[in-house]
């Protein structure tokens, strides 16, 4: 079903990598395109808590990231470099510091009408892929990061490419289901049209996932405030 990633599983390099801790989205894309823990790169969740106010808040300005990323760095020695993800939330975190229009672009599947030269070093990206914006809940999501991606190189656009798609499939369905068997074979067919156009391809996930339910359908769900209650007594965590 994916002769491309099982030719490279046998005649590339495989490995398990532990990720990032904690193991969400922002936290260990940061730690990818950085090279450093949460700790040094301050993207320590998807949502920090607003002292001010006592609001959580989504983790997605770029004014919190404490390091310089790989992709910035790239962009401002010259190398046309492309950042495309799924969800817009990613988006600034890893436009941060690139050389917007100049050699870098970056934008998401999920507002890809939306696209401008001054903002994200291109337009007219339904134009590039072919086909309209994609609806956020939808493996096509991140089929157009990918077909971005490829038309990137196939123009000679992008020398260096970080294609970061959403999990939506993963989380609807088990492996084994017709949808989760089709995305990963279009995923997997996507992946040889790179390689045929000289790409060197790192596949990596930014955390792994686990069953969210029991075999009998139950949700399998620890609730730390009842572990820590009966380990050091009733109301000791509220």
Not at 99 to 120: K, L, N
Request: charged share 20%; net charge negative; glycine share 8%.
């Amino acid at each position: 079903m994916l002769p491309t990633i099982a030719q490279w599983r046998e005649a590339g390099y495989f490995a398990l990598a532990e990720a990032a801790i904690p193991t969400f989205t922002n936290p260990n894309n940061m730690s990818i395109v950085t090279g450093v823990p949460p700790a040094l790169h301050g993207i320590s969740g998807n949502f920090t808590l607003d002292r001010d106010s006592g609001a959580e808040v989504m983790m997605s300005d770029p004014e919190l990231l404490r390091s310089e990323t790989i992709l910035a760095l790239m962009s401002q020695a010259g190398i046309a470099t492309a950042a495309v993800t799924a969800k817009d939330k990613l988006r600034r975190m890893l436009g941060r510091g690139l050389a917007i229009g100049d050699h870098g672009i970056c934008f998401s599947s999920e507002q890809a009408d939306h696209c401008t030269v001054a903002e994200h070093g291109i337009e007219a990206v339904e134009a590039l892929v072919g086909r309209p914006t994609p609806d956020m809940y939808s493996a096509d999501l991140s089929l157009f990061v990918l077909d971005a991606g490829i038309r990137l190189v196939a123009e000679d656009r992008a020398r260096l490419l970080y294609l970061s798609l959403s999990d939506y499939v993963q989380h609807g369905h088990a492996p084994d289901e017709p949808e989760a068997l089709a995305f990963h074979q279009a995923l997997d067919e996507r992946l040889a049209r790179l390689a045929e156009l000289g790409c060197v391809v790192a596949v990596t996930a930014d955390h792994g996932m686990n069953d969210k339910a029991l075999p009998d359908g139950r949700p399998h769900v620890l609730y730390l405030e009842d572990i820590l209650n009966a380990h050091f007594g009733a109301g000791a965590c509220a």
